[in-house]
């Protein structure tokens, strides 16, 4: 059995094994035990502080298998993704150079510098176990956020952002780093995020160029990679979209990975969630019904799982006991439910953006 919950000082042995095997290492997760120490106590501040609209919130979850006594993955919320210092990305834009006396007219790609994503709640640092990739608990680890957004709207902003990690070449460099940030830093991909992840990334933004590139002195392989997922989020990133994410203009400032966002009352969580009061029945008298992922009420006890979506007639959704108390909730209290299966989604672009 398999639930999301706010991580806790003792998941932190969890934390670095899955820090060190994500693939590939990520900025926001670093494999550094102080780091990920201070995550935790960050998280556990903020799920006991008031809160009336987002700051400098920081909440980590953990995928725990209770069979297994594990944990096996990690999910973040940042309520406000420049909220101690602008979040920088680059921002892809088009520019026009002409010339009446010659008859010439250009369209020229560039990237600028922007810090556009600062207000918006980032969710990141997402590591699961490779034994359960492909599984429900992929699904419920990376939308199990969203439901606790959907539930504390207040400490959240109304704009949602996913950077995903860009395309790595066969040596695990990044074409678009070689071509761009080497150049001012003279050293390799995997250093320097090793180096943002266990400071910040606001020292790359103050030692890169304030202009704009012009994709077109680019190398072809750094200008193949904007907007290039990494193969291994390529699903994740397919699932975000179903769920309402849009891809912006906006890239990594490292790897020019895609960063999506989203109005978050447009996603389907959203749209699709539902209260229910709960009526407990034992698991072999459950109709049979579609999976769905169901959240209690609880701000620093929140727990999300996947259970049937099996309603009464009267709108009671019918839990098996063992769900009912891994969720901390007893007949009659309401729980959020949502659909766990999404529609195909549309690789679009912002049309705010286009």
């Known amino acids: 059995m398999l639930v999301v919950r706010p ?24 494999a550094h035990r102080d780091r990920l120490e201070e995550r935790i106590s960050r998280s556990q501040r903020s799920l006991s502080r008031e809160v009336e609209f987002p700051g400098e919130e920081s909440y980590t979850f953990v995928l725990e298998d209770l069979e297994r006594g594990e944990v096996v993955g990690t999910a973040t919320i940042r309520a406000q993704a420049g909220a101690h210092e602008a979040y920088y990305t680059y921002r892809q834009e088009t520019l026009i150079h002409a010339s009446q006396q010659l008859n010439v007219r250009r369209e020229v790609q560039t990237l600028s510098l922007s810090h556009e994503v600062s207000e918006a709640t980032l969710l990141c640092a997402l590591s699961l176990d ?30 949602l952002a996913i950077a995903f990690p860009g395309y790595l070449d066969g040596d695990g460099e990044s074409p678009f ?5 080497r150049h001012f830093f003279v050293r390799g991909y995997q250093e320097i995020n ?27 392989q750094a200008r193949a990679a904007i907007g290039r997922e990494h193969p291994h989020h390529e699903t994740a990133l397919d699932e975000m979209l179903a769920e309402g994410f849009v891809r912006s203009r906006h890239v990594d400032i490292f790897d020019a990975g895609p960063v999506i966002k989203a109005e978050r009352e447009r996603l389907q969580t959203f749209r699709r969630s539902t209260w229910h009061p709960v009526r407990v029945r034992p698991a072999s008298s459950l109709p049979d019904a579609e999976p769905a992922m169901i959240a209690n009420q609880k701000l620093d006890g929140f727990r ?5 979506y099996a309603l009464s007639p009267t709108g009671q959704l019918m839990l098996s006991p063992e769900h009912a108390e891994l969720l901390g909730v007893e007949e009659g209290r309401a729980v959020l439910a949502a659909p766990l299966a ?3 989604g549309e690789d679009i672009f912002d049309e705010g953006e286009l």
């Open 7 to 30: 991580a806790k000082p003792a998941d932190l042995p969890g934390l670095e094994r899955l820090a060190g095997t994500a693939t590939p290492r990520l900025t926001n997760l670093p």
């Open 130 to 159: 490779s034994r359960y990739k492909g599984t429900s608990a992929e699904s419920l680890l990376r939308r199990a956020r969203l439901m606790f957004i959907a539930q504390y709207p207040e400490r959240f902003a109304e704009i």
């Open 177 to 181: 780093w070689n071509s761009v940030g």
């Open 194 to 220: 090793h180096l943002a992840g266990v400071r910040s990334k606001s020292f790359i933004a103050e030692v890169m160029p304030q202009f704009p590139l012009y994709l077109p002195l680019l190398t072809p």
């Open 304 to 308: 999300c799982v996947v259970a049937r």
């Open 342 to 344: 999404l529609p195909i």
